[in-house]
């Protein structure tokens, strides 16, 4: 059996406008590659955004390394150290080199010196296929490079687990492809991911458990097999049957 990532418990959010986006939610994330799925806004990005405190929970708990970061105590940027985050839309700083983009994050936060964080800086960059842009602007890069630079940032912190919102969303769709092939590398190289995203292959062929939501709450959990194959659950095959029939 895997570790547990994340044990959320009775989790509930409500926005200054009286939306309930989170309906007490109880929920265990293990480690591997959870997938979140569900139409648009169920609350996908809400939970995934309260796992490093984005979102800050109205009421519930969220267990992380024994302690509940839903609390006063919990000191969120030394939580986010082990949780990061790569959003839809790249938050990349356009006055700062890619190369200063990711070095920002090391100095200010973890304290590394320049150097190393410039040298980690460039081993991800590499990783991630675009060491030759690491002198280049934000504002001279395709979207499919920026969402690139912004994985290569979040592994630059080294995290335990990496929260990724919707992360091809934003891209045309030729650029789709590069994104998620640096992340099925990553699937390779073990690293622990809870996904929300509407690329169901994606899902099917590496999540290795789905998390189906719908208004603030979750449907159904289960493999991919279990999910895409044989659901137990009306609103499941309904959602995925109306995604099939776009597809189509």
């Known amino acids: 059996m895997q570790n547990k990532l994340f044990e959320i418990k009775d989790l509930y959010k409500k926005f200054d406008d009286g939306t309930v986006a989170l309906n007490n939610i109880s929920l265990d994330i293990y480690e591997g590659i959870t997938v979140i799925i569900g139409p648009s806004g169920s609350g996908k990005s809400t939970l995934l955004r309260t796992l490093n405190l984005m979102e800050q929970p109205t009421t519930g708990e969220i267990i992380y390394n024994n302690k509940n970061i839903n609390s006063k105590e919990i000191n969120i940027n030394h939580h986010r150290k082990d949780v990061g985050m790569v959003f839809q839309s790249f938050n990349l700083f356009p006055h700062l080199s890619v190369l200063e983009n990711l070095n920002l994050a090391q100095i200010k936060v973890l304290h590394l010196d320049k150097l190393t964080a410039t040298n980690r800086s460039l081993f991800y960059l590499e990783k991630v296929g675009l060491l030759d842009k690491k002198d280049q602007f934000p504002n001279k890069l395709s979207g499919g490079q920026k969402q690139r630079i912004a994985i290569a940032r979040a592994l630059c912190m080294e995290p335990k687990v990496i929260l990724f919102d919707e992360p091809t969303s934003a891209l045309?769709?030729?650029?789709?492809?590069?994104?998620?092939?640096?992340?099925?590398?990553?699937?390779?190289?073990?690293?622990?991911?809870?996904?929300?995203?509407?690329?169901m292959d994606f899902a099917k062929n590496f999540g290795n458990r789905i998390v189906f939501m719908d208004k603030g709450e979750v449907v159904e959990i289960g493999t991919p097999q279990v999910i895409f194959e044989n659901p137990t659950k009306k609103r499941t095959s309904d959602f995925l049957e109306s995604i099939e029939h776009k597809l189509s």
């Open 172 to 199: 045309d769709p030729e650029m789709i492809g590069e994104v998620l092939s640096v992340m099925k590398e990553l699937v390779g190289l073990g690293m622990h991911m809870v996904v929300v995203t509407h690329e």
